[in-house]
């Protein structure tokens, strides 16, 4: 069992940047596959990134590359989505999952997931 735990969401200008955390709990942490996705209102949740559970693979949303960078740290049960150059239409409320075997972008695979940060980009 994984608890998640997101933070890091506000209110920025287009063209500003946020760092997104999402803490986890349990001993097994490290061993899980983590993703970020988002979600606007009236649309279904979307991947943005993913990186497996060493760090060796990481893998992003065409729309987020070259912007988004996702890392880990698992010695601090810590999964890090810094977002720059951000745009209007990111504007959605961002979740953190994670899975024990799966490492993709369909967000029906990832069994645990947080509460959610919501992040505001005004033009």
């Known amino acids: 069992q994984v608890q998640l735990v997101e933070s890091g969401g506000g209110l920025v200008q287009a063209g500003g940047s946020l760092r997104l955390s999402c803490v986890g709990s349990g001993r097994t942490f490290s061993s899980y596959t983590m993703g970020w996705f988002r979600q606007a209102p009236g649309k279904e949740r979307e991947f943005v990134a993913a990186?497996?559970?060493?760090?060796?693979?990481?893998y992003y949303a065409d729309s987020v590359k070259g912007r988004f960078t996702i890392s880990r740290d698992n010695a601090k049960n810590t999964v890090y989505l810094q977002v720059n150059s951000l745009k209007p239409e990111d504007t959605a409320v961002y979740y953190c999952a994670a899975d024990s075997r799966y490492y993709g972008v369909n967000y029906r695979e990832y069994d645990y997931w947080g509460q959610g940060t919501q992040v505001t980009v005004s033009s």
């Open positions: 990186i497996s559970w060493r760090a060796g693979s990481t």
